[in-house]
C-alpha cells in the first residue's frame, strides 16, 4: 500500500458524487471509508446503548443531535485506530469542532479536508435526472447513459426507480440545510486549516476528480 494520508474528510453538496469518489479512495488506499448515516444503523441494529439513543431520534424523523454524532465517530475510533475518511461528516461546525478537540486530544489531527464544489444549478440538474436501482442502489444519470425509470440496472439487472427524495421541493429543503449547517463547516476549516484545505470542482468527469483527489491522498506531508 502506498504511503497516503490517514485522517481525511471528504465535505460537498448533494450529488457532488462524494460518496462515490469516498469509495474509490478507500479502496485504492486502504482507508476505512465511514459515514455516520451507516454506523448509525449498524448501531441500532446490533441494538447498542448508542443505537437505541440514535433510534430514538431517527424513529421521529430527526437527525441525531451533534454530541451523539460525535458520540458514534468516537466510538468507531476507538475501536478502529486513528484512520478514516469521513463523507459527509462533520455535518455542522459544532461536529467539526467536538471532532478536532477529540482528535488533537490524541494527538492525531485531520491530515486534508476535501471540499468537492458544484454549482447549485448543476446540483439541480444532477439530481432531477437521477435514476436509482431499486435493488443495489446504484445511482444513474438519465441522459448522460440514455436510461429511463423502468430500465434494467445495468450492474444487477434491478428496477430504476427515481428515489421520493429527488424531487425539487425535497432537493429545496436538502439545499437550505446544506447551506445553513454544512457550507459553515467548509469556512471552519478553509479558515482553520488552509494548508490542508483543498478545493476541487465536482462538475468535472468522476475519473479526473479521482486522478486529482489520488493525487492530494497520496501527497507527502509537509
Ligand atoms: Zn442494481
Redesign the pocket.
Known sequence: MKASKQRILLLGPPASGKGTQADHLSRAFGIPHVSTGALLRSECARGTPLGLEADSWTSRGLLVPDELAVRVITAWMAGNGPRFLFDGFPRTTVQAEHLDKALDAANTPIELVIFLDLSESEIHRRILDRLT?A????TFGGSLHGMKIGDA?P????DLIRRNDDTEEALSERLRVYRESTLPVVTYYRKKNPSIFHRVDAGEGSDEIFQKLSALVSADKG
Not at 435493488?135 to 446504484?138: D, I, K, N, S, V
Not at 450492474?155 to 434491478?158: K, Q, R, V
Open positions: 436501482c435493488a443495489c442502489g446504484t440496472c450492474s444487477c439487472g434491478g
